[in-house]
C-alpha cells in the first residue's frame, strides 16, 4: 500500500514537473546593416524596436516571419516601417535560431545550435496583434516631462538609484541629443552615463549626434564603447 502511495505520488511530481517544463525554440533577428528593425511572427507584431531582437518559447512548427526596418520620426512619435523581408521558417523544439536579414536583396540567413537561453516570450504580454501597428510606442519627450524628469533624478541619492529612475522615466520615450545630455549630466560616474546611453540609444532620434557626448566620458574605453553603438 505504501509502495503505491509513494508510486502515485512520484508520478504527480513527474507530470506537474512536465507539465510546467518550458518547450520551444528561440531566435534571434537582426539586420546585416544594423540598422533598427521591428518584427512579425504569425501576423503579431512584437511591442519592441531594436537592433536585436530575442523571441524565446516559439511553438514548434511552421511560423510566417516579416522583419521591417524601423526609422523613428524625428519630430513626432512614431516610426517609419519598410518590410525587408517575409518568408516562412519551420522551427523545432530546443533549438536556437540566428536569423540575419539583408535588407538589399531582401533575404534571411538562418543558423541553427542548441538552445541555451531564454528571452522575450512569444506567448507573453511583449506581443501585439498586427492591427496596433500603428499605435504610439515611443512618444518624444516633452520640454515640461524633461525638466519633471531632471527633478526626479535629483530626488535620488545615489547612481544606481538615478539609473534606475532615468529607465524607468525614458521607457516608451523618444529623445534627442540634446536631452540625452541634459540627463547625464546629472550622474556622478562616467560607467553610468554609459549605461544609461546603452539602455536607450535605439529610442535616440539623432543618432549622429552622439558623438557630441564624448566630452562628458575620459576613459578611451568609455569612448571607444560609445562610437561602437
Same mark, same amino acid.
Given at each position: 500500500?505504501?509502495?503505491?502511495?509513494?508510486?502515485?505520488?512520484?508520478?504527480s511530481?513527474?507530470c506537474?514537473?512536465?507539465?510546467?517544463?518550458?518547450?520551444g525554440?528561440?531566435?534571434?533577428?537582426?539586420?546585416s546593416?544594423?540598422?533598427l528593425i521591428?518584427?512579425?511572427i504569425d501576423n503579431?507584431?512584437?511591442n519592441?524596436?531594436?537592433?536585436t531582437?530575442?523571441?524565446?518559447?516559439?511553438?514548434?512548427?511552421?511560423h510566417s516571419?516579416?522583419?521591417?526596418?524601423?526609422?523613428?520620426f524625428?519630430?513626432?512619435?512614431?516610426?517609419?516601417?519598410?518590410e525587408?523581408?517575409n518568408?516562412?521558417?519551420?522551427?523545432?523544439?530546443?533549438?536556437?535560431?540566428?536569423?540575419?536579414?539583408?535588407?538589399?536583396?531582401?533575404?534571411?540567413?538562418?543558423?541553427?545550435?542548441?538552445a541555451s537561453?531564454?528571452f522575450y516570450?512569444?506567448s507573453?504580454q511583449?506581443?501585439?496583434h498586427s492591427?496596433k501597428?500603428?499605435?504610439?510606442?515611443f512618444?518624444?519627450?516633452?520640454?515640461?516631462e524633461?525638466a519633471q524628469?531632471?527633478v526626479?533624478l535629483n530626488e535620488q541619492?545615489?547612481d544606481?538609484?538615478k %539609473? #534606475?529612475?532615468?529607465? =524607468? /522615466?525614458? &521607457?516608451a !520615450?523618444q529623445l534627442n541629443?540634446v536631452q540625452v545630455e541634459?540627463?547625464i549630466?546629472l550622474?556622478l560616474?562616467?560607467?553610468t552615463r554609459?549605461?544609461?546611453i546603452?539602455?536607450?540609444?535605439s529610442?535616440?532620434v539623432?543618432k549622429?549626434n552622439i558623438?557630441? %557626448? #564624448?566630452?562628458?566620458f =575620459? /576613459?578611451n &574605453?568609455? !569612448?571607444?564603447?560609445?562610437?561602437?553603438?
Amino acid at each position: 500500500m505504501k509502495s503505491t502511495l509513494l508510486l502515485l505520488c512520484f508520478m504527480s511530481l513527474f507530470c506537474a514537473f512536465a507539465q510546467q517544463k518550458k518547450e520551444g525554440s528561440i531566435m534571434r533577428f537582426h539586420a546585416s546593416d544594423n540598422c533598427l528593425i521591428k518584427l512579425k511572427i504569425d501576423n503579431r507584431f512584437f511591442n519592441k524596436i531594436a537592433r536585436t531582437i530575442t523571441v524565446a518559447e516559439i511553438p514548434e512548427g511552421k511560423h510566417s516571419i516579416q522583419v521591417y526596418q524601423a526609422e523613428p520620426f524625428s519630430t513626432r512619435p512614431g516610426e517609419k516601417l519598410t518590410e525587408i523581408y517575409n518568408g516562412s521558417i519551420r522551427t523545432y523544439d530546443a533549438v536556437q535560431y540566428t536569423c540575419t536579414v539583408d535588407p538589399f536583396i531582401n533575404s534571411m540567413d538562418v543558423k541553427e545550435k542548441e538552445a541555451s537561453e531564454v528571452f522575450y516570450s512569444y506567448s507573453g504580454q511583449n506581443a501585439m496583434h498586427s492591427e496596433k501597428v500603428n499605435s504610439k510606442i515611443f512618444s518624444l519627450l516633452s520640454a515640461a516631462e524633461l525638466a519633471q524628469f531632471k527633478v526626479s533624478l535629483n530626488e535620488q541619492n545615489t547612481d544606481v538609484e538615478k %539609473l #534606475k529612475k532615468a529607465l =524607468e /522615466l525614458s &521607457s516608451a !520615450k523618444q529623445l534627442n541629443t540634446v536631452q540625452v545630455e541634459e540627463i547625464i549630466k546629472l550622474f556622478l560616474f562616467e560607467s553610468t552615463r554609459l549605461d544609461y546611453i546603452k539602455n536607450i540609444h535605439s529610442q535616440i532620434v539623432d543618432k549622429e549626434n552622439i558623438k557630441v %557626448l #564624448k566630452s562628458y566620458f =575620459e /576613459l578611451n &574605453s568609455s !569612448k571607444d564603447a560609445l562610437d561602437a553603438l
